[in-house]
């Protein structure tokens, strides 16, 4: 009997959509849970497959994005979109944004910026921010793995890249959406041809 491994998320507020994933799939007699951070689950999925293991992992769309930018290719399917629907959220699910200060549009700020970067999210960040360089703008790079909206606080960067979920570290920071750059549902993510 084959044993299926199902990667999810460690974060506690999404057990109720770690519930409906395994329901989607069938809820498969032989399975073992394996939890890990949501931006490492594309890595252990796609390690676990090329050790011959049959996995499936429950993800954000923007976390398997920002994967599949960095490692240039992908050979993931996706099996199934869970649509987030939070109303605590500001845009109802997670989004990921630029941010600047309150009181101001991007337009009104100087054309060379330095922005804090959530590290999980360099290459989306990237993408966009190559889009701004072409419109005479120039970045100086800041990756943090938290507390971004802080560097904006202290001085440290002009905009921030980061998730806004409720706004509440958006809001204390004086910082507002100058632009955002995608939307995230969950996602249950399989390795093509396995």
């Given at each position: 009997?084959?044993?299926?491994?199902?990667?999810?998320?460690?974060?506690?507020?999404?057990?109720?959509y770690?519930?409906?994933?395994?329901?989607?799939?069938?809820?498969?007699?032989e399975?073992?849970?394996?939890?890990?951070?949501?931006?490492?689950?594309?890595?252990?999925?796609?390690?676990?497959?090329?050790?011959?293991?049959?996995?499936?992992?429950?993800?954000?769309?923007?976390?398997?994005?920002?994967?599949?930018?960095?490692k240039?290719?992908?050979?993931?399917?996706?099996?199934?979109?869970?649509?987030?629907?939070?109303e605590k959220?500001?845009?109802?699910?997670?989004?990921l944004?630029?941010?600047?200060?309150?009181?101001?549009?991007?337009?009104?700020?100087?054309?060379?910026?330095?922005?804090?970067?959530n590290?999980k999210?360099?290459?989306?960040?990237?993408?966009?921010?190559n889009?701004l360089?072409d419109?005479?703008?120039?970045?100086?790079?800041?990756?943090l793995?938290?507390?971004?909206?802080?560097?904006?606080?202290?001085?440290?960067?002009?905009?921030?890249?980061?998730?806004?979920?409720?706004?509440?570290?958006?809001?204390?920071?004086?910082?507002?959406?100058?632009?955002?750059?995608?939307?995230?549902?969950l996602?249950?993510?399989?390795?093509?041809?396995?």
């Amino acid at each position: 009997m084959v044993i299926v491994f199902i990667v999810v998320p460690n974060n506690r507020s999404l057990a109720n959509y770690v519930k409906i994933a395994l329901n989607e799939l069938g809820n498969p007699p032989e399975c073992r849970i394996v939890v890990c951070r949501g931006e490492d689950i594309p890595l252990v999925v796609e390690e676990m497959s090329k050790n011959g293991r049959k996995a499936v992992g429950l993800t954000g769309r923007d976390l398997l994005m920002e994967y599949e930018l960095s490692k240039r290719s992908s050979k993931f399917s996706i099996l199934k979109t869970i649509g987030w629907n939070d109303e605590k959220a500001v845009f109802g699910k997670p989004a990921l944004c630029i941010l600047g200060p309150e009181g101001k549009n991007i337009e009104d700020l100087p054309k060379n910026l330095r922005v804090c970067i959530n590290s999980k999210y360099k290459n989306l960040a990237e993408k966009h921010l190559n889009a701004l360089e072409d419109r005479g703008y120039s970045f100086s790079k800041l990756l943090l793995s938290g507390s971004t909206e802080s560097a904006y606080g202290n001085g440290l960067s002009d905009l921030v890249v980061d998730i806004v979920y409720t706004g509440a570290s958006m809001r204390n920071a004086n910082l507002k959406v100058y632009d955002k750059l995608l939307e995230s549902d969950l996602v249950i993510i399989g390795v093509k041809d396995d």
